[in-house]
């Protein structure tokens, strides 16, 4: 089992920077691949990035791609999302999740098994 906490998101100007984390329980944080995905209100959950489990590879949405940065600290049981230059078609609601799965697919829900609660990011324009 692992629980995963989201650090506060918050209201940002567009073109600004906010930085989420995602602290994780448990001692075998290293064996989750990670992932970010986020939901604005009337859509569906999307994917936003995902970093394997040694952090050797990342994977980004293109709607993200440049702007953001998934990164992890395994020593510190927490992945993080470094959102710069911000739009505000970037407002949703942001999770963290996490699978053990060897042979997931990165980009699908589906395929993780842990969540956290979500997080408010809100840009203005």
């Known amino acids: 089992q692992v629980q995963l906490v989201e650090s506060e998101g918050g209201l940002v100007q567009a073109g600004g920077s906010l930085r989420l984390s995602c602290a994780a329980s448990?001692?075998?944080?290293?064996?989750?691949?990670m992932g970010w995905f986020r939901q604005a209100p009337g859509k569906e959950r999307e994917f936003v990035a995902f970093i394997r489990r040694s952090a050797s590879s990342t994977y980004y949405a293109d709607s993200v791609k440049g702007r953001f940065t998934i990164s992890r600290d395994n020593a510190k049981n927490t992945v993080y999302l470094q959102m710069n230059s911000l739009k505000p078609e970037d407002t949703a609601v942001y999770y963290c999740?996490?699978?053990?799965?060897?042979?997931?697919?990165?980009?699908?829900?589906?395929?993780?098994?842990?969540w956290g609660q979500g997080t408010q990011v809100t840009v203005s324009s």
């Open positions: 448990g001692r075998t944080f290293g064996s989750y691949a």
């Open positions: 999740a996490a699978t053990s799965r060897l042979w997931a697919d990165l980009l699908a829900a589906a395929e993780y098994d842990y």
